[in-house]
């Protein structure tokens, strides 16, 4: 298996619902990452997963609050947006840190 | 980071060879320069990667400077499915930001059929 997957594709949402995204991967990668893109904008990192333990935050606000319960699984929880945080939302991994990271395809947010 | 100068936009014709510049001209001895590229609807995906000499891997090809202040991937033989935005990114592999992948905003490559 040699691919990043993220679930779900697309997400609706308002702005007082609670959601999660999820990213997963089975290549023993040691080292997750979560980006933002906005339209026709390059990815911007928000979070950094390192053996399982938070590693950096970019600054992110709490309304954004990562999990990794093991090595295979990346999860970011959602609470309270705003239609700004509309984005499309990467996952990547690395074998380590510093490694060439693997992203997913992505979940489209959409926030109402 | 050090920061990477890209043409926001460039064309090709299929199957011809495309040549994408990116100037780093603040780049430091740590700084590896790597290349990925997104497209459309998609993740980043990796190219290629170097430091010093030229690279090629099954994707492309990278050619660095002799001062390091320049790099080029170079696509032998386009087709429409590398039409894509191609991020340049140097990445100090020495201190607590090599878990960073910091995008510029890449060259957007046009292939014409």
């Known amino acids: 298996d040699t691919e990043v997957t993220q679930t779900p594709k697309h997400l609706v949402m308002g702005m007082t619902n609670k959601k999660s995204l999820k990213c997963e991967q089975h290549m023993g990668h040691r080292a997750m990452y979560w980006y933002k893109q906005k339209a026709k904008k390059p990815p911007e990192l928000m979070f950094v997963y390192s053996y399982e333990k938070l590693s950096i935050n970019e600054s992110v606000p709490s309304r954004f609050s990562p999990e990794c319960p093991n090595s295979s699984l990346l999860n970011l929880h959602l609470h309270a947006l705003q239609p700004e945080d509309s984005a499309l939302y990467l996952c990547a991994s690395s074998l380590g840190p510093g490694e060439t990271q693997y992203f997913g395809p992505g979940t489209r947010l959409l926030v109402l | ?113």
């Open chain 2, 1 to 113: 980071d050090a920061k990477t100068t890209q043409p926001n936009s460039m064309e090709s014709n299929e199957e011809e060879p495309v040549h994408l510049p990116c100037n780093h001209s603040t780049i430091s001895g740590t700084d590896y320069i790597h290349w990925y590229r997104q497209l459309p609807s998609q993740g980043p995906e990796y190219v290629i990667h170097g430091l010093t000499s030229n690279v090629n891997n099954r994707m492309a090809s990278l050619a660095i400077a002799e001062d390091r202040k320049s790099s080029t991937l170079i696509l032998h033989r386009a087709t429409l499915r590398d039409a894509a935005v191609y991020y340049c990114i140097l990445r100090d592999v020495t201190g607590g930001s090599n878990y960073k992948l910091t995008f510029g905003k890449g060259t957007l490559l046009t292939v014409n059929p």
